[in-house]
């Protein structure tokens, strides 16, 4: 992501910006985690997405601490939290390609929705 060159190494300049990137998230985790237990739980996480500006029902956000909770005690640790919110922030850029009305819905064929999601960075 900072390999500017893709050469397979960092300048010290992209060190900088990669610094930079992670400092910044963790004063957005800290902000965050209201109770400085060094995770963020279902409603801190449901607090933070609606802070960035998501409404997502109490099902989606019970889903993603699933999804991103390592250890399964419902709660997120901070690599997992800058992995889930990226995740979201990729999915949800590549929906609204698709969502032209900005609506909220779409209709897509199978094959789009396959090319849409792994056409994505956010898998491993």
């Known amino acids: 992501m900072f390999d500017k060159q893709n050469r397979g190494v960092i300048s010290f300049e992209d060190f900088g910006a990669l610094w930079k990137y992670v400092s910044d998230w963790q004063n957005c985790f800290k902000s965050f985690d209201r109770d400085n237990s060094g995770n ?42 800058i992995q889930c919110c990226v995740t979201l922030h990729t999915l949800t850029s590549a929906f609204r390609q698709f969502d032209t009305d900005q609506d909220g819905v779409i209709t897509i064929h199978y094959e789009q929705f396959l090319k849409m999601v792994f056409g994505l960075k956010c898998w491993p």
């Open 40 to 81: 963020i739980d279902r409603q801190e996480l449901k607090n933070a997405l609606t802070a960035f500006g998501y409404r997502l029902s109490d099902e989606v956000v019970n889903i993603m601490v699933q999804k991103f909770d390592r250890f399964g005690r419902g709660t997120i640790l901070f690599d997992d939290f």
